[in-house]
């Protein structure tokens, strides 16, 4: 896909961590991640829903990754997009038409990360 804005979407994965007794990821490392740019992809709202407390009532809106199905995108990668940081927050799933075979691109939930 070509976006006549231009969007840029990037794809960061952390490195694993590894126990040096089970050679088992036990965590990651976010200093030196792996990058890849993700062409034809755009991140758009998905839903918004406002949610009460006690004190106040605030508004949370939910974003989405839109690719290609072949895009490398994994649960726990974070996903930079303008001045903007989320994490993928859901398994990424492509359906396709049991009939005709299509499949358009998918959407994969984020959520912002802060700080």
Request: proline share 9%; aromatic share 6%.
């Amino acid at each position: 896909m070509e976006f006549a804005a231009g969007a840029t979407v990037v794809r960061l994965r952390a490195t694993p961590v590894l126990d040096p007794y089970s050679q088992r990821p036990v965590g990651a490392d976010w200093t030196a991640p792996n990058t890849l740019t993700i062409a034809g992809a755009f991140v758009g709202s998905s839903s918004s829903s406002p949610v009460d407390g006690e004190l106040r009532r605030e508004v949370v809106t939910t974003k989405s990754l839109y690719c290609d199905p072949s895009a490398d995108v994994r649960v726990g990668d974070r996903i930079v997009s303008g001045a903007h940081t989320y994490t993928v927050t859901a398994v990424p799933e492509a359906d396709v038409n049991p009939w005709t075979g299509w499949q358009p691109v998918q959407e994969i939930p984020l959520e912002e990360v802060v700080g």
